[in-house]
């Protein structure tokens, strides 16, 4: 062999022991719950806390860095550990540093995986690994361990899953405490204690571990439940059957296993709750010998999984409000013929009798509303995105949640609606609605924090009720001659609403009507007519009223294209969507024009890109020239072609920065979206949905909105 071959099996062997010396995966533990560690006691010498990478096997000056994961960091020196957070106490305050007086209290960790890279080398031999650190909490090792123990014990050869099913409930009945202290089935392993959540997932985790197919369900609608009760359902054979030891009291407690037949709760003649896990799923007209006469019985969401198909038998008379929340994913809906109350057409469903529209797919962008419908039901078009929606007149009514989170560039809304329920535009975004005058009413809480900057009131609206438009992001509520009441916490905590007119029709205020909200009222009457009105409230003393103003005006409307989706839009940046201010009339001569100027101002941001390490670096992340082909060039022809590499990465980067359109960069002025899909207004707070009353709803689904309720 040549010198050269010489060479390259040298490299090539110095690689390889680099490679080897470098792991692919690191496994390390944390353990600082005092509960645990009372129990358990320490964490063995042989689960380790920490990782040095090994440095001596690395060429040159090696860095790393974390690319991926939240559960471990990594030193300058390439020491792994766990990400963790020590929390210091003192009264009702606390730090994350130490301080004078501050106790620490507890160590926060987080279990998960985390992909850390190495790089470094030299410009003829660069290197690069990565090295997935898996961290986890040594109780959790613990309690799987004791589990394998334990089903060792109890689960002999011969037991039918069933039967093996049972033995693992009887063991979680017969060994554990209720306590309220704990909802895991790790610390009810450890501590044998805990709630109805921590029984029933330790079964979970027992029968799991035994192949059986087992899950937590909602229980808090079964006799004498809790509102937040959960207990097991395993899938054995073609049979459901539920586990129950979630029961109050000290070991030994109570417990049962029985059959749920076809995987539906059922009470009287009515299904609750589907648990089977189906994708397309029959309502069956029959339970044993119980006709099926209703789905859902109106307090909660019927179906446990996401299924694409539902059937409903002729003998369903009712569905009741709620029953199909969550059903998102369900894209075919029929109904037998048979059926003398409801239909499906091209899955669409409606009632046969009053006409009201009851389901539509949640996919479809585009809906054209039959003329022949006479009311919307309960949270049919809830989270859905249309570029433009149209309710016709020929619908007299829209019922709770009907557009709930409703995302739409326009809606329009024909004469002839006459009412909307409660919470009817609840989290919406919509740039304005206006309601016609053929609305004679609407319900509590209508545009309760919505995104809705405009709002235009019916005169024929003699009452704005309760919470109409709390916490909400709107700007502008023309509120024209003709409404008399407006209801307690009408604007409450409406902080964008700068100002606002009120009508002489106006005759009482509820409680609270405008705190946190408003800087002035402009009042259409004088002030004479002001003083006669009832008031339940007393108007926050920030708030100065002006008297004998005119009236408000609407804005004009922006354009919206003929696109078929959905496009958030922000009505803000229109230079015709201005808060009004009243006192721009030269009929209008407050005593001090200067304190009722808009205070409503945007400022521009600027963004600047420059040519740096991290360009270059990201030209090699996106393939564009890979930092390869700059050390094989060092390699073939010296140093001088490797600055002439770099130099030509620069000039990439130059040559991309070139291409964007001239001018200065536009900034994104019409809507962010979160992760969890929630458009936001610029300039507007991000107000997350509340926390429901069903606070122990299914994990993996966000908390079903609150029940319904008639006020």
Known sequence: MNRITYLFVGLALVIASVNAAIPSRVDIYFHYDEDYIAKIGPMPSQYKDRYQLPLDELIGSPTFKVISGKSANVSVTGLIRPDCTTWYYKGNTMSTAPMEGYERTRIDCTAGNTTIQITGGTSSNPYSYEVLVTVTEYAVKWASDEQDKILGQIITSGMTQREQYKAITDWVADNTDYCVNYSDSISMMVCRCGDCWASTYLIVSMAVKKGIDCWGRR????????????????????????????YTGTKPRGRSVYEEPMGVAISGMCIYQVDAKNDSVVIPSQVGDVPIRQLGN??????????????????????????????????TFTIDSGNTFYEAKNSVVYTKTNRTLMFIPKSRTSVSIDKNTLYIGYSVFADMKFNTFVIPGNVKGIDIYGFRSVQTNRITIENGVQYFGNSAFRYARIPRVVLPDSVTSIGQLVFYSSYIPIVVLSKNLKEVPRGTFRDSSVWKVIVPEGVQTLGEDC?????????????????????????????????????????????????????????????????????????????????TTSSSHKPHDPTTSSSHKPVDPSSH???????????????????????????????????????????????????????????????????????????????????????????SQPQSPYAQAPRGRPAPPPPPRRY
């Open 219 to 246: 229980a808090n609608q079964q006799s004498g439940a809790g509102s937040g009760h959960r207990n097991a359902i395993a899938h054995i054979g073609n049979t459901y059957y539920i586990a129950e030891a979630g």
């Open 298 to 331: 109106g307090n909660a969401y019927v179906f446990e999984h996401y299924p694409t198909a539902l059937h409903l038998p002729a003998s369903i008379q009712v569905i009741a409000d709620g029953a199909l929340l969550y059903t998102d994913t369900i894209e």
């Open 491 to 571: 604007f409450y905590n409406c902080r964008n609403l700068n100002n606002i007119t009120i009508p002489t029709s106006v005759t009482k205020f509820g409680s609270n009507v405008f705190t946190s909200v408003t800087k002035t009222i402009y009042y259409r009457g004088t002030q004479a007519q002001w003083n006669k009105i009832f008031f339940n409230t007393t108007i926050p003393s920030s708030i100065q009223v002006v008297f004998n103003s005119p009236a408000d005006t609407l804005p004009p409307e922006e354009p919206v294209s003929s696109s078929s989706s959905y496009k958030p839009h922000d009505p």
């Open 597 to 687: 100027k808009s205070e409503a101002s945007e400022s521009k941001g600027s963004h600047e890109e420059n040519v740096t390490k991290e360009s270059v670096e990201s030209i090699e992340e996106n393939g564009e020239f890979p930092v390869w082909a700059v050390a094989v060039i060092a390699g073939v022809g010296g140093a001088a072609l490797a600055a002439a590499a770099v130099i030509v990465a620069v000039v990439l980067v130059m040559k991309k920065k070139s291409s964007a359109p001239a001018g200065n960069p536009v900034e994104m002025q019409s809507v962010s979206v979160s992760s969890g899909n929630e458009a936001q207004y610029p300039g507007q707070p991000y107000s």
